[in-house]
């Protein structure tokens, strides 16, 4: 089955910009979601179909996704976006549905 | 506004049966398809299975094909997942999840709270 890789974790001061990725061959014909989840919490949708974000998210939140890699980009960062972060790469021929291993994003 | 509330969840021996439930609400639920989607203490997001909005079709990933039916109940808002043949490697916290066809793909775009099942002797 397809796989994605995230980088463990991702370190950003304040109002710094963080980017976190999520790679998989040729990824970029894939529709790409991201979920933030905070402890003990349920994960919430930022961005989807690689760079639209749903009503409610800050326009800090970016994505984008070409050839092998995409990337989701945190513009100044708040310490409230301190989280753990999954990409989901989406294509019809694929099931199972498949999440990346996941970013831990620590805002310092 | 979309309520998802699982239940159903607790502490099974291995080898044994649970059932989960999710009762929907705020959204016409036949129009959705659904997922399940689990994460075990302290690791990730793990998708486990999918159905249509007629529950026609249903979808699995491999470590629960053949153990672990989906089904739902369209006349009463509900979706299920029978859990037979449980394994300690089963013990996790289970989301229902809604999903939301875009022009280009299908979305998870609202999740329950999760319930818990604890995989144990």
């Known amino acids: 089955s397809y796989v994605v890789t995230q980088p463990p974790s991702v370190s950003v001061a304040p109002g710094q910009t963080a980017r976190i990725t999520c790679g998989g061959n040729?990824?970029?014909?894939?529709?790409v979601h991201w979920y933030q989840q905070k402890p003990g919490q349920a994960p919430v949708l930022v961005v989807f179909d690689d760079s639209d974000r749903p009503s409610g998210i800050p326009e800090r939140f970016s994505g984008s996704n070409s050839g092998n890699t995409a990337t989701l980009t945190i513009s100044r960062v708040e310490a409230g976006d301190e989280a753990d972060y999954y990409c989901q790469a989406w294509d019809i021929s694929d099931h199972p549905y498949v999440f990346g291993t996941g970013t831990k994003v620590t805002v310092l | 506004e979309v309520q998802l509330l699982e239940s159903g969840g607790g502490l099974v021996q291995p080898g044994g049966s649970l059932r989960l439930s999710c009762a929907a609400s705020g959204f016409t639920f036949s129009n959705y398809a659904m997922s399940w989607v689990r994460q075990a203490p302290g690791k990730g997001l793990e998708w486990v299975s999918a159905i249509s909005g007629s529950g026609t079709n249903t979808y699995y990933a491999d470590s629960v094909k053949g153990r672990f039916p989906i089904s739902r109940d369209n006349s009463k808002n509900t979706l299920f997942l029978q859990m037979n043949s449980l394994r300690a490697e089963d013990t996790a916290v289970y989301y229902c999840a809604r999903e939301l066809p875009t022009d280009y793909s299908s979305v998870i775009d609202y999740w329950g709270q999760g319930t818990l099942v604890t995989v144990s002797s």
């Open positions: 040729n990824i970029g014909s894939k529709s």
